[in-house]
C-alpha cells in the first residue's frame, strides 16, 4: 500500500526519497504515541510480529517506490 502512496508522493513532490522519511516520521510517532509509561524495552517487546510485519513490509514498499521514480527518470520519463 505503501508503495502506491509513495509513488504518487514522488509524482507530485518531485523527490525521491521523500516518502522513506515520511515513512519513518509517521512510525515514530505511532510508536511513541501507543507507549505506556513502561521502560523502552518493555514498550518494544510488547508489540507481536503481527505489529512489526507490516511496519516494515510499509517501509520496503517507501524504498521500492523511491527506486522506481528514479529508474523511470534514468530512463528518460520527464514526468517522473
Known sequence: ?????????NMLMKTT???I??????VIGLV???????TFWNNLTGYSIADILPMISGL??????????????????KMF
Open 1 to 9: 500500500m505503501f508503495f502506491g502512496l509513495g509513488f504518487i508522493i
Open 17 to 19: 526519497w521523500f516518502p
Open 21 to 26: 522519511y515520511g515513512y519513518v516520521v509517521f
Open 32 to 38: 511513541y504515541w501507543s507507549w505506556g509509561s513502561d
Open 60 to 77: 520496503g514498499g517507501a524504498i521500492v517506490s523511491g527506486y522506481t521514480i528514479r529508474m523511470l527518470r534514468l530512463k528518460g520519463f
